[in-house]
């Protein structure tokens, strides 16, 4: 299991996402640490791990500022441990969501990297002039 854990742990590290995570259950510490908390609160109610949400910002300055928050959509099996589904990218500010990016993943090899999530959903959109 826990070999499970530090695989994608690292994983997410080499795509750039060392920061802190909140967990569909609560949980606010770093990814490691969080899917640890996640596994043993499953064994303790005595049930199979199941899907977590995990979502950490991947820009973000003050609470006046635009941020980017990345929620990854996420699955266990114990063949071939934690897996991403689909990542959700949001682009907003101290009023809410500006804009929305959701990419589905195939595999874990498929999850965009930190800069490549940041720069796609900050990009503005540049309109004619007539």
Not at 4 to 16: C, R, S, T, V, Y
Request: glycine fraction near 6%.
């Amino acid at each position: 299991m826990f070999d499970h854990i530090n695989a994608f742990d690292e994983l997410m590290k080499q795509k750039g996402y060392d920061g802190y995570f909140q967990s569909s259950f609560g949980f606010n510490d770093k990814l490691k640490e969080n899917l640890i908390k996640h596994t043993l609160q499953c064994y303790e109610e005595k049930r199979n791990i199941g899907p977590v949400n995990l979502t950490t910002y991947t820009h973000w300055k003050d609470n006046e500022s635009p941020y980017v928050r990345c929620n990854f959509y996420s699955d266990f099996n114990s063949r071939d441990g934690f897996s991403v589904m689909k990542v959700n990218i949001e682009y907003g500010n101290q009023f809410g969501v500006l804009r929305h990016k959701e990419i589905p993943i195939g595999n874990n090899s498929e999850i965009p990297d930190r800069t490549y999530a940041n720069r796609t959903i900050m990009e503005q959109k540049k309109g004619i002039k007539i």
